[in-house]
Nanobody, 121 residues
C-alpha cells in the first residue's frame, strides 16, 4: 500500500522560496510518474510539474517555468518541488500525485499526498 506524505509548505514573503517534499512508503518512486499540483480556493487543481525517473525531461507548467523546479532523491524515495521567486498569486494548497507508469499527457494519477499550504504575502 503506497502512501505519499507532503511537507515543506509555509508562509513566506513575496520573493521567497520553499522546498516542498513528497515522501513515499510502500514502493519505489522510480517506477512512478510523479507530479505536483496546486489548488487555489474555489478552483480545480492544476498540474504544475511532472517527472519520471525512467527518461524524459521534467515537465513544468509554462506559468511557473523558471521559478519552479523538480528534483528527485530516489535513495530517500522522495521528490521535491523547489519554488522560488514566490508571488502572492502562488498562494495555494500544493499536492503531490503519482501514477505507476511513465509520464504522458492525460495520465490519471491514482495516488495523492495530503497537501501542504503555501501562503505568500
Amino acid at each position: 500500500h503506497v502512501q505519499l506524505v507532503v511537507s515543506g509548505g509555509g508562509s513566506v514573503q513575496a520573493g521567497g522560496s520553499l522546498r516542498l517534499s513528497c515522501s513515499a512508503s510502500g514502493d519505489a518512486l522510480g517506477r512512478y510518474c510523479m507530479a505536483w499540483f496546486r489548488q487555489f480556493p474555489g478552483k480545480e487543481r492544476e498540474e504544475v510539474a511532472a517527472v519520471y525517473s525512467g527518461g524524459g525531461s521534467p515537465w513544468i507548467r509554462d506559468s511557473v517555468k523558471g521559478r519552479f523546479t523538480t528534483s528527485q532523491d530516489y535513495a530517500e524515495n522522495r521528490v521535491h518541488l523547489q519554488v522560488t521567486s514566490l508571488e502572492p498569486e502562488d498562494t495555494a494548497m500544493y499536492y503531490c500525485a503519482a501514477a505507476r507508469s511513465a509520464c504522458y499527457r492525460g495520465i490519471y494519477y491514482t495516488l495523492w499526498g495530503q497537501g501542504t499550504q503555501v501562503t505568500v504575502s
